[in-house]
């Protein structure tokens, strides 16, 4: 009766179908990884220690060796266009920086010396720029002073300075008139002028004067700003015609009213000494070469 007991309730259990109970979970130890990088299951007891059991080791925080390989194709390019902002940006500031120091130096302090070309003191600077007109002459002026002098009456037309100046492609061109005004306004033949205007700088179209837009590349002067921050550079005209009558007021106002210069060959060597590196007699010899160009009706000068 026992036996027959105990194999009913045995065949019982067998014919019941199984229940799966999870196991209950453990704080378990991860083993140190094999060379697949996967750990050994943990064995569990009961039924459900047949079960698979997979443990994922976690990466460690640092990244792999070859992360930033693998990132090149992105990470290079990404570097040079960063480089290229901040130089970028760079030159943004040396600009602003080079603007803000061109258009703020004036040289305002009287009594300070100036460069021979411009008068060499303030008062003298003074007097010819503050001028609205001819000045009259401290010392008497010769009735014929000699060949090649600036005083008196245009001998090229405003149009002849037009077609000079579109021949040579000058950033002046069209201005004719005004270059041709101003030199009737202050007594001095515009062919003088141009000739000065074209051994400085080409017409505008070489060195400095294509900033300065200055006709002779006058020297920093009180009034204008410079292009130098201690003052030893070029004048900054506000326009070409700005630039035109500077040059007209200094010529008749200081080398003619005050020194009694009236020539090429004594205005030159005070204009473009030899101290300040210039070649006065090579000066002397273009400007009286192109007048005379001009005179008899040629545009280009050879």
């Known amino acids: 009766m026992a036996n027959g007991s105990s194999y009913r309730r045995n065949s019982q259990s067998e014919d019941q179908p199984l229940l799966f109970v999870p196991p209950r979970r453990r704080a378990t130890r991860i083993l140190p990884a094999d060379e697949g990088g996967v750990t050994e299951a943990p064995r569990m007891r009961g039924r459900a220690s047949s079960l698979p059991v997979t443990t994922i080791e976690l990466p460690e925080s640092r990244l792999p060796a070859g992360t930033l390989r693998a990132q090149r194709h992105w990470l290079g390019p990404f570097l040079i266009c960063l480089a290229a902002v901040v130089l970028g940006l760079l030159v943004m500031l040396s600009a602003v920086i080079y603007e803000r120091g061109t258009h703020l130096n004036l040289v305002t302090v009287p009594g300070q010396v100036y460069p021979v070309q411009i008068g060499g003191s303030f008062d003298a600077f003074n007097t010819w720029e503050t001028s609205t007109g001819p000045l009259p002459p401290k010392q008497s002026i010769p009735s014929h002073p000699g060949p090649y002098s600036v005083l008196g009456k245009p001998t090229i037309s405003a149009d002849f300075i037009n077609k000079v100046l579109a021949a040579y492609h000058s950033p002046a061109a069209g201005k004719g008139k005004a270059l041709y005004d101003y030199g009737v306004q202050y007594g001095i033949d515009p062919v003088y002028a141009l000739a000065f205007f074209m051994h400085e700088s080409t017409f505008g179209t070489q060195g400095v004067a294509r900033e300065t837009k200055s006709l002779g590349n006058i020297r920093c002067i009180p009034t204008r700003p410079c292009t130098s921050p201690d003052g030893h550079g070029f004048a900054i005209m506000y326009s ?23 020539t090429i060959e004594q205005i030159i060597p005070k204009y473009a000494p030899a101290a300040d590196h210039n070649d006065e007699k090579a000066y002397i010899q273009a400007v009286e070469h192109a007048v005379d160009t001009w005179r008899a009706g040629s545009i280009y000068v050879t």
Do not use: M, P, S
């Not at 007209?248 to 009694?260: D, F, H, P, S």
């Open 240 to 262: 070409w015609e700005d630039g035109f009558l500077q040059w007209y007021k200094l010529i008749r106002n200081l080398y003619v009213a005050q020194w009694g210069l009236v």
